[in-house]
């Protein structure tokens, strides 16, 4: 049974525009939510977190929202450079993990 | 500082034998976590320790067993190796306190079996 879902295997954006990650769970009771970027090779790196007391954390070109009654969060990029091409993982709390998502931005 | 490391870096078994994961954490942080990422998929969480206890056990069978060491290191065994046992393994400390959500991974041990 999957708690974090990432339903987009893959995503693939122009350089300079937005890029949009979503994730959704099902376990209302979690409160604390992170993104992981992946680059092969390398072990996932923290990104950016949000409690569940906040709809939305910013951290420079990255933004999370969370949306508590549709379960949903999502991460936007902006302006994509590809140097952010990785797989993006959720995260619910500490030890739960989506399937990632795999991001592709074109120069 | 030096980050997370693990070791070996990639390592091939056969079918029924046994293989140790080696994990050695941030200077100062208590807390490893175990997980195995297979192909297309995100980490599933095997195991956790702080302060030499385990602290909770994710969905996998006996054959996987793990332990952490007076200097916070830690070992992941896997007993009666599996195919499906063919994954990476990441390691990941943290700090341990109750606040402390992130994470720091080290790059994983990618293990074949055969």
């Known amino acids: 049974d999957q708690q974090v879902k990432q339903n987009s295997p893959s995503l693939s954006v122009q350089e300079g525009r937005i890029s949009i990650l979503n994730c959704d769970y099902t376990n209302s009771m979690f409160d604390y939510f992170l993104w992981y970027k992946k680059y092969p090779a390398e072990g996932p790196t923290f990104l950016i977190s949000i409690s569940s007391i906040k709809d939305k954390n910013e951290d420079g070109r990255f933004t999370v929202f969370l949306n508590k009654s549709a379960k949903h969060l999502s991460l936007h990029i902006v302006p994509s450079q590809p140097g952010d091409s990785a797989v993006y993982f959720c995260a619910a709390g500490k030890l739960i993990f989506g399937q990632g998502t795999t991001l592709q931005v074109k120069p | ?114």
């Open chain 2, 1 to 114: 500082d030096a980050g997370v490391t693990q070791s070996p870096t990639h390592l091939i078994k056969t079918r029924g034998q046994q293989v140790t994961l080696r994990c050695s954490p941030i200077s100062g942080h208590k807390s490893v976590s175990w997980y195995q990422q297979v192909l297309g998929q995100g980490p599933q969480f095997i195991f956790q320790y702080y302060e030499k206890e385990e602290r909770g056990r994710g969905n996998f069978p006996d054959r996987f067993s793990a332990r952490q060491f007076p200097n916070y290191s830690s070992e992941l065994n896997v007993n009666a190796l599996l195919l499906g046992d063919s994954a990476l393994y990441l390691c990941a400390s943290s700090l341990g306190t109750s606040n402390s959500y992130e994470q720091y991974f080290g790059p994983g041990t990618r293990l074949t079996v055969t």
